[in-house]
């Protein structure tokens, strides 16, 4: 008995000696330096849906046009140079993939599993899609297809240009490296 109470006295100071302080080293110095430029704040666009929670909200920049979503649904296409409101629509959904852009279309991931695509000249929707769950990042579109990765772990393409919107088109998922097709009619 004395002997199992030994080794278990010496067990527990081991064990609380492990774990008691933390080795880290400190962060190294921040080096001195004189700014080399000045930046300067041209213009600015509240877009809305202020959130605590992490979205990958990032703007995305072509021929000289901006086009962002806020996190409440508001998605808009603004001049670069001026900040000029182009157009702007609401989606009434909130957003948490960004803007994604392709040739004709830019798209957008929502957090309760949509897929909007729209127009960029003029924001209009041409077609919305469901997909497994909550759209991590901004979608990325190639040719004629709008790839999106969702919270599950699915990675979902969407035909990007078909109209009109009551049309079936291809949806495909890649599940643990393997490509099947499915079809999905929930526009």
């Given at each position: 008995?004395?002997?199992?109470?030994?080794?278990?006295?010496?067990?527990?100071?081991?064990?609380?000696?492990?774990?008691?302080?933390?080795?880290?080293?400190?962060?190294?110095?921040?080096?001195?330096?004189?700014?080399?430029?000045?930046?300067?704040?041209?213009?600015?666009?509240?877009?809305?849906?202020?959130?605590?929670?992490?979205?990958?909200?990032?703007?995305?920049?072509?021929?000289?046009?901006?086009?962002?979503?806020?996190?409440?649904?508001?998605?808009?296409?603004?001049?670069?140079?001026?900040?000029?409101?182009?157009?702007?629509?609401?989606?009434?959904?909130?957003?948490?993939?960004?803007?994604?852009?392709?040739?004709?279309?830019?798209?957008?991931?929502?957090?309760?599993?949509?897929?909007?695509?729209?127009?960029?000249?003029?924001?209009?929707?041409?077609?919305?899609?469901?997909v497994s769950s909550e759209v991590l990042a901004?979608?990325?579109?190639?040719?004629?297809?709008?790839?999106?990765?969702?919270?599950?772990?699915?990675?979902?393409?969407?035909?990007?240009?078909?109209?009109?919107?009551?049309?079936?088109?291809?949806?495909?998922?890649?599940?643990?490296?393997?490509?099947?097709?499915?079809?999905?009619?929930?526009?």
């Amino acid at each position: 008995m004395r002997r199992a109470w030994l080794a278990f006295v010496l067990v527990s100071a081991a064990a609380a000696g492990c774990g008691s302080v933390p080795v880290r080293e400190p962060p190294a110095p921040l080096p001195e330096f004189a700014p080399s430029a000045r930046a300067a704040k041209i213009w600015s666009e509240d877009l809305g849906g202020k959130t605590k929670d992490y979205v990958g909200l990032v703007p995305r920049v072509r021929d000289g046009i901006v086009y962002a979503a806020g996190a409440g649904g508001r998605v808009g296409a603004f001049d670069a140079a001026s900040g000029a409101r182009l157009w702007q629509v609401d989606l009434d959904r909130p957003i948490a993939g960004g803007v994604g852009l392709g040739e004709r279309v830019l798209a957008v991931g929502t957090r309760d599993g949509q897929v909007v695509a729209l127009a960029r000249d003029d924001g209009r929707t041409l077609w919305r899609s469901a997909v497994s769950s909550e759209v991590l990042a901004p979608p990325a579109i190639a040719s004629d297809i709008v790839v999106v990765q969702t919270v599950d772990g699915r990675v979902t393409g969407l035909a990007a240009d078909l109209i009109p919107v009551d049309r079936r088109f291809p949806v495909f998922h890649v599940e643990q490296g393997r490509v099947r097709q499915c079809y999905n009619e929930s526009i």
